[in-house]
DNA sequence: CTCCATCAGTACCGTACGGTACGGTTCGCA
DNA sequence: TGCGAACCGTACCGTACGGTACTGATGGAG
């Protein structure tokens, strides 16, 4: 079970060993279920039955682990593009609210929650590197598959804007509306998850209404 | 400048002596440009030129410091309803635009993005007291104003719509999108600041293409 | 078998913070 | 002038946490 050569990459892509991976896994659930408050140094080493000093070694210091652990909890996440496909009104509408639905249910995820609540809560500290972090590595990523939808929808003529930018501002925010901040703030997401899919129907509705051609 | 016999009320009415509120006030500076881990019982005693015994017996404890610091600033936003006013297309939409400039307005200052920053770190903690507290104080006074001007749009054959509440959510989330959650993750407002006028008007465009009457 | 690197477990240290207690001061009031 | 309430300033206490140092066990390499 443990490493072999401080050498092994696990299955991401980030530097990480398959033994740290585990500890970041545990520190990831600490987090999840305790807040930042239960995500004390010593907590960590004893859930993953690792050492404080090791911690200290493989991640620097406290601001280290956290940033693996947003790394870490990036790289898991893989989001295909579905490029290359012949479109119609009917698949762009599936696409856009598969990409709806996708798009609230992760941002409803225990760990996507608390990693947000993490970097929010210490934006106003040292220049807010961890909220960099996770802009970068999350919306990015989704704001990526979000681009090519768009752009496939335009090119076979079913969309039409001028900045792709705000098509997708457009659409984000009719599909998460205030509830991404609600959630934050702690309102329980059991109640909200149930209209997901409605939602997110709704929302691709409004969206192509306003920037749908020919449909 | 000491109270005289901790009976007196200040403006707002919310049980707050008017030495109370200034305690406040140097609490809340505090908060916005220190952040959480600035806001200590004794920075705040040390700020406010008060001792931490009178802190603790005004307000109970820390997170009653916290508490009263949301309602205090919430007692502070007075948000005047125009209703009563005939309206014709070109005043729903400049009452529309002059709503979601203040909306943006709002939730970039520093104060909000503080206090949110503060109920969001506290939310995984003790059920979220703080969160609900700020939805209740805040969100809930804004969807007022806003509900009255769409029901008067509705009432005056300007807007079509059949749930208030998703007509609210899509205003809503074409007007803020993700920008409240950047702002909250730390990135500079400043260069977010000088576009919500434009930002504002087309969101309010969209608005109108999807809710609008022979507009 | 021996050497060496890694790591778990623990003890330790300094500090910072929440909360409490106490002495001294101001001020209204009789 | 004396009393009492509120209050400031500060000292104090317990605790929790970040970070470091030390010990002993394991396992691979020569």
New binding site residues.
């Given amino acids: 079970m ?3 050569g ?1 050498t092994e990459e696990a299955g991401a892509g980030s530097g990480v060993t398959e ?1 740290q991976g585990a500890v970041l896994e545990q520190a990831l659930r600490l987090l999840v279920d305790g807040g930042e ?1 239960a995500l ?3 907590g960590v ?1 004893r859930a993953a ?6 911690l ?2 493989w991640f620097g ?2 601001d280290g682990l956290l940033s693996a652990m947003i790394a870490f909890q990036a790289s898991k996440v893989r989001t295909l593009d579905v490029s290359g496909e012949a479109l119609d009104g009917a698949r762009l509408r599936a696409h856009l609210v598969a990409f709806a639905t996708d798009l609230l249910e992760v941002l409803a995820g225990d760990v996507s929650l608390a990693l947000n609540r993490l970097a929010i809560g210490q934006a106003s500290r040292e220049g807010s590197r961890l909220g960099r972090l996770l802009e970068e590595r999350g919306r990015r990523q989704i704001g990526r598959r979000a681009g090519a939808l768009l752009e496939a929808g335009r090119n076979a003529g079913l969309l039409g804007f001028d900045d792709a930018e705000e098509a997708y501002g457009a659409l984000y925010g009719l599909v998460v509306a205030d509830w991404h901040l609600r959630m934050l703030l702690g309102e329980d997401p059991s109640g909200l998850k149930k209209n997901f899919g409605l939602r997110a129907e709704r929302a691709v509705n409004a969206f192509l209404a306003l920037y749908g051609r020919k449909g």
Avoid: L, M
Avoid at 49 to 54: G, L
């Fill in positions: 443990q490493g072999v401080a033994r408050r004390t140094t010593a080493a039955n690792c050492s404080k000093e090791s200290y070694k210091d406290r």
